[in-house]
């Protein structure tokens, strides 16, 4: 079964807000990952934080995790349209960190 | 400059029929991956090579086969391609070796098979 569910599965804000998605897993993890998948490409890495880490940032973009409710969270603030993709959280369990179970993603729209 | 490329960006086939899937990186890393995406944007792993070996293998029918003559390539044949094969394919490279746990992606090969 899938390791990662999403919410909310698709979401449309303005430009200029603040979109926050959120992912719930189920089992131990070594990292948690979010990548980003614009329409017809592949995806691209935006963060990685560590099962031994509570928050991380990059740029506009704040990373939480929560391993006791086994959820994160991912924070874009003040979005512009070119962020408009698909979002995807990605779970490494425990022991194999390299293999990565993706989530069902969440769709991100950013409307001028 | 492209760092994970694959080839082709496109097939078309008939059911039946055989294809393969190029895939290079040129970023030095020691891990590759073929991931599938199908058409409600669920991706999933199927296979990882590491060093030209094979680490990750899911449950993937045998008329899947990958190969890695190099570590910088890692190709994906499919045999008797059937209709629930249409999808993206996905290569991914990534550095595993100091646990640098990142993975790059390739632009995707979409394969429809009528």
């Known amino acids: 079964s899938q390791q990662g569910e999403e919410d909310p599965q698709a979401l449309s804000i303005q430009e200029g807000e603040n979109a926050t998605m959120n992912c719930s897993y189920k089992t131990s993890i070594n990292n948690l990952q979010w990548y980003r998948q614009n329409s017809g490409r592949g995806l691209v890495h935006l963060i990685l934080i560590r099962s031994n880490e509570r928050e991380k940032h990059s740029g506009r973009l704040r990373v939480t995790l929560d391993t006791s409710k086994k959820s994160s969270s991912l924070l874009i603030t003040a979005s512009r349209a070119a962020d408009t993709a698909s979002y995807f959280c990605a779970t490494a369990f425990t022991g194999t960190a390299s293999k990565l179970t993706f989530g069902t993603g969440t769709r991100l729209q950013v409307t001028l | 400059d492209t760092a994970v490329s694959q080839t082709p960006k496109y097939l078309v086939t008939q059911m039946g029929n055989e294809k393969s899937i190029k895939c290079e990186q040129n970023?030095?890393?020691?891990?590759m991956y073929w991931y599938k995406q199908d058409s409600k944007k669920f991706l999933k792993i199927m296979f990882s090579?590491?060093?030209?070996?094979?680490?990750i293998n899911e449950t993937v029918p045998n008329r899947f086969s990958p190969k890695s003559p190099d570590k910088a390539h890692l190709n994906l044949h499919i045999n008797s391609l059937e209709l629930g094969d249409s999808a993206v394919y996905f290569c991914?490279?990534?550095?595993?070796?100091?646990?640098?746990?990142?993975?790059?992606f390739g632009p995707g090969t979409r394969l429809t098979v009528t």
């Open positions: 090579y590491n060093n030209k070996e094979l680490i």
């Open positions: 970023l030095g890393h020691d891990t």
């Open positions: 991914a490279s990534s550095q595993v070796a100091g646990r640098i746990y990142e993975q790059y």
